[in-house]
């Protein structure tokens, strides 16, 4: 199959590319940044998906399939030109999948779609809407990025859309949320709370994206590996600190003391992180993850 990979440059996008082409798909990748050291079966454009060159790149190669990984995720990055990317860029490749006769499009998002509240359920499933914006602004970009790719599965009937909300991704290449939260010698926690934390391992996350333009399902699936892990677990296997303020001294502190710099609106996340049930996608893909918490936990550690 003809693949190609929006974000193909970042971390995880690197993992899905190459794992692409060790399955013996054709890959072509779209991304601002470059990718120097690509293995042989990669063809590079260096492109803004919003742009005339990234719709070339469809027009010329026809891909089979697309997998959509070019969005900003970095919560501390605020500005319209991240906006555009997230929505009108999420807008723009649906838009060409429909233009130039692509057949399948998976989108990959980010769990916290579903937002962070004392009343929410401690597993949430695909048909509860996103909540908690108001609180967490930062959130509101990648939301709407996810319900309009989500879109395509009616407005789009003959593109088979599979919209794949992962959790936190953990391991040795040190990136993501959860890795950035977890990166100085100490991590915050909210006094008096020890909240369960979801995530997978990076080599996982690769697996599942790839899973979903081989096995082509049709919908929304949240997409997790081993069960969820107290937030103090995880900062005693990964060799941190735990810091504990009182709530309201917590906003003051991000920044300071050692302490990883995020947005007011992540307190929530930290007092009630989102866990999801995935159930849905191992059943209509057949996915299993292949490491479990500690060695994900063990892999992060020992990228130190």
């Not at 909540?131 to 009937?157: C, H, K, M, N, T």
Request: aromatic share 10%; with cysteine; charged share 20%.
């Amino acid at each position: 199959m003809k693949v190609l990979v929006t974000g193909v440059a970042g971390a995880l996008g690197r993992l899905v590319g190459t794992r692409l082409v060790a399955r013996g798909h054709s890959v072509i990748g779209i991304d601002r940044r470059r990718w120097p050291d690509a293995p042989e079966g990669v063809q590079m454009f260096q492109a803004d998906i919003r742009k005339r060159a990234a719709e070339d790149v469809f027009r010329a190669q026809r891909p089979d399939g697309v997998i959509h990984m070019a969005t900003v995720t970095h919560l501390t990055h605020r500005s319209p030109d991240r906006f555009r990317i997230n929505l009108q860029g999420t807008r723009a490749i649906v838009e060409y999948c429909r233009e130039y006769g692509v057949s399948q499009f998976v989108f990959a998002g980010r769990h916290t779609y579903y937002g962070a509240a004392a009343d929410s359920p401690l597993y949430h499933t695909e048909e509860e809407p996103p909540l908690g914006i108001q609180s967490f602004p930062e959130l509101a970009d990648l939301v709407a990025a996810d319900l309009y790719a989500g879109a395509a599965l009616w407005r789009v009937p003959e593109l088979t859309t599979a919209v794949l909300r992962l959790c936190y991704t953990l391991g040795p290449s040190r990136s993501g949320t959860l890795a950035a939260f977890l990166k100085g010698p100490r991590v915050p926690t909210v006094l008096g709370f020890d909240p369960l934390f979801h995530f997978i391992h990076e080599e996982d996350a690769a697996s599942a994206i790839v899973t979903a333009i081989e096995k082509k399902p049709r919908g929304v699936f949240n997409v997790a590996g081993p069960p969820p892990v107290p937030l103090s677990v995880i900062i005693r296997e990964t060799g941190r600190e735990q810091f504990s303020v009182p709530e309201p001294a917590l906003a003051f502190a991000f920044g300071r003391f050692g302490l990883p710099k995020l947005p007011r609106g992540a307190i929530e996340h930290i007092k009630y992180p989102v866990v999801i049930e995935a159930a849905d996608f191992r059943r209509e893909t057949g996915f299993q993850h292949a490491f479990n918490e500690t060695e994900t936990m063990q892999a992060f550690a020992r990228a130190r």
